[in-house]
């Protein structure tokens, strides 16, 4: 599977934006997915994942109930509805494919995309 992350950009805190996952292959549908991000001088750190399904979602604390996490998978896409954003968000993000174990741990997570930069200013 190869990942390319995309809709990052320059939004001003409160405003939001849309990120998209897309993934190459046919197996996309049988894989949960994620979303991280790391700002500079940070560690990575999770935003949300997805099951195969679309069923079940789970987010970081810091950005539930502003962010929704959508699969496609008839177009083979992850999204990740970013709004209410504030400047502690501005980070690069990626998204992986979750491959074992708990959703919030990047070490559980391969096929990792390029990222994409998100910029909120305050």
């Known amino acids: 599977v190869q990942l390319q992350a995309s809709g990052g950009g320059l939004v001003q805190a409160g405003g939001s934006l849309r990120l998209s996952c897309s993934a190459s292959g046919r197996t996309f549908s049988r894989y949960d997915m994620g979303w991280f991000r790391q700002a500079p001088g940070k560690e990575r750190e999770f935003v949300a994942a997805i099951n195969w399904s679309g069923g079940s979602t789970y987010y970081a604390d810091s950005v539930k109930g502003r962010f929704t996490i959508s699969r496609d998978n008839a177009k083979n896409t992850a999204n990740l509805q970013m709004n209410s954003l504030k400047s502690e968000d501005t980070a690069v993000y990626y998204c992986?494919?979750?491959?074992?174990?708990?959703?919030?741990?990047?070490?559980?997570?391969?096929?990792w995309g390029q990222g994409t930069q998100v910029t909120v200013s305050s």
């Open positions: 992986a494919v979750h491959i074992r174990g708990t959703y919030s741990t990047g070490a559980n997570y391969d096929y």
